[in-house]
């Protein structure tokens, strides 16, 4: 099977975000980066299913500047076999722009199974996997977290609030990939030492004018917690009094 | 090009919050611009009888579209009657909850439209014809602005940022055939498991109490399920180490890679705050944390916090609850 996966590459979350000087992106210094988290359970799941049928290729792409080639091998270490990236400075805000470009990429690749995270860990639209299906006019199965296959037919579960659903539909397919399918393994040093030798391929990504824009990026406001308002089962009656009279969340 | 498309949201034959969630929002967008909001159900015959509420909550007209493959979830077939419809007519808007449903629906309709969308916005303004909208990224630590200038604007909300709120308008019922053939989509839902229907969920309570490791086994999940149940209308949460003990559901999972919830009241039980949790709850209305490490970075964000033993604290406290509730 031939499988691509879309990943992109974001700072890790464990931090506090400074504002860049723009107010229209975050301050990058000292921040470190990853693949991201969806991204990187689509990574895994890709790789388990080569491995499962021992056959087929995993191909990586990514949208943005050269810094994305770090996050590219790094998919190669963990086992990719050859990544493709699309060349832009920096990933624009604007989903349908970006999954235009992904698309024109993925078109005419003869991949089964096209694979994207849910949705990136930073601008979080979650739109990108779903849209480049339609313009490639391939069948789309949203945030699953069970893949299983049955002859050329995929079985996949989604989540839903307080339900899930059981999907099928044949391949070729795009599936985005939820929490719960698998959990990136870690780059061995053997892969990392094979993924500096294995094909990454630069192109020039192709945009389309962008018409989602980001205006504006701040902080949210500082949540004044830190009360502690008494210790044990003594405090309880304090606590109730509390959420009735002043948070006015019990009645 | 100033009406409003709705989608209204149904599951199982009934109409989600989700549905009066997206006319409330959407009869906002409508009053801005002096359009109509319009809302559109899919269903197996007979969902046109649940279109009242739609039109007590804000919609000037119910597109009824009802057909047997619309008896479970249908992406294709729902997308593709959705965005013939947006091009049929006079709209400038397509909108709904960005609920499990509404975020696989939204970009669909967007790509058929050939226009990017705002997604899961928490607010947003209607601004000389244009949607400008807020969205929290980075697991919830920053704030966008995002200005759509494209035609027509797609934009899905938040679950909970828009609460229905009660505008009776005519709601005057429409059919309409749906576009294609629903039975022959690729995409087929073969099933859709009810899930447990006394079980309230996350994504709609106003109250959730979420219990982690502090709890020490599954079995003391119990103590979290009677306080919610004292409560009357609260969901049940978890963090990660427990649904990845197994001792809940990963569904139940909030934070970073799980649900992104802001309830009212966010009662926080043997839960010490990693940051991967905090980014799936911080923007909960009230926080309540229970714990014994009164160093717990929980405590940072908690509006009232008790330092002590969860198992101890917790049969207090819903017993209290209960009786507060009663008087």
Same mark, same amino acid.
């Given at each position: ?251 | ?111 058929? &439209?050939?226009?990017? &969308? ?44 828009? &609460? ?62 009677? &306080? ?100």
């Amino acid at each position: 099977m031939k499988i691509a996966v879309c990943l992109k590459r974001v700072p890790d979350m464990d931090v506090r975000f400074k504002i860049a000087a723009s107010g229209k992106a975050v301050d990058e210094a000292g921040l470190k980066f990853d693949i991201s988290d969806f991204d990187g359970y689509a990574v895994e799941a890709a790789l388990q299913i080569k491995e499962k049928l021992n056959a087929g290729e995993v191909v990586v792409i990514s949208l943005g500047g050269d810094v994305v080639q770090e996050t590219l091998r790094k998919a190669m270490s963990m086992g990719a076999d050859r990544a493709v990236q699309l060349r832009h400075d920096g990933a624009p805000v604007d989903s349908f722009a970006v999954a235009s470009a992904l698309a024109a990429e993925l078109k005419g690749g003869g991949y089964d199974l096209v694979m994207f995270g849910r949705m990136s860990i930073d601008t979080a639209h979650g739109a990108v996997g779903a849209i480049a299906a339609e313009l490639l006019g391939l069948p789309c199965v949203t945030a699953i977290s069970k893949l299983e296959f049955d002859g050329g037919t995929a079985r996949m579960r989604r989540e839903l609030e307080g339900a899930f659903e059981l999907v099928e539909c044949a391949l070729p397919a795009v599936v985005t990939i939820d929490e719960g399918i698998a959990r990136p393994r870690y780059p061995s040093l053997k892969g990392i030492m094979a993924a500096k030798k294995k094909p990454l391929e630069t192109k020039p990504a192709q945009l389309p004018a962008e018409r989602l824009t980001l205006t504006a990026m701040a902080l949210p406001p500082e949540r004044t917690g830190g009360r502690i308002i008494g210790e044990g089962p003594d405090a309880v009656p304090e606590l109730v009094r509390l959420l009735k009279e002043e948070a006015k969340v019990l009645s | 090009m100033t009406n409003v498309l709705a989608f209204a949201e149904a599951r199982g034959g009934d109409l989600r919050r989700a549905a009066l969630e997206a006319v409330t929002a959407a009869r906002i967008v409508a009053d801005a611009s002096g359009g109509q909001v319009h809302a559109i159900i899919f269903g197996a015959p007979g969902i046109g009888a649940k279109a009242p509420p739609l039109g007590a909550h804000g919609a000037d007209a119910v597109v009824v579209v009802e057909h047997a493959a619309f008896a479970q979830n249908n992406p294709e077939a729902v997308s593709t009657t959705i965005a013939a419809r947006m091009k049929s007519g006079s709209y400038g808007t397509f909108l709904c909850t960005a609920s499990a449903t509404g975020k696989d629906i939204a970009p669909r309709v967007a790509a058929k &439209l050939g226009v990017p &969308l705002a997604a899961d916005v928490t607010s947003f303004e209607v601004k000389g014809g244009a949607i400008s909208a807020v969205h929290p990224g980075y697991t919830g630590k920053v704030m966008q602005t995002v200005t759509l200038t494209a035609t027509p604007a797609v934009i899905s909300v938040r679950p909970g940022a828009y &609460l229905p709120k009660s505008d009776a308008k005519a709601g005057a019922v429409e059919t309409m055939a749906p576009a294609g053939d629903p039975g022959a989509s690729r995409v087929k839902v073969t099933e859709t498991t009810a899930g447990n229907a006394a079980k309230h969920d996350l994504g709609e309570a106003r109250v959730i109490i979420s219990g982690g490791r502090g709890l020490k086994e599954a079995a003391n999940f119990k103590l979290v399920e009677d &306080l919610a149940a004292a409560f009357g209308n609260a969901a049940v949460g978890a963090t990660r180490a427990v649904t990845d003990d197994g001792w809940r559901p990963p569904a139940d999972q909030i934070g970073q890679t799980g649900r992104l919830v802001s309830p009212d009241l966010y009662v926080a039980c043997g839960i010490s705050g990693a940051i991967q949790h905090l980014a799936g709850m911080r923007t909960s209305k009230t926080i309540v944390a229970i714990n014994k490490d009164k160093e717990a970075p929980i405590f940072k964000i908690a509006d009232y916090g008790i330092v002590g033993d969860v198992l101890q604290v917790l049969p207090v406290l819903t017993d209290a609850v209960k009786k507060a509730r009663a008087g």
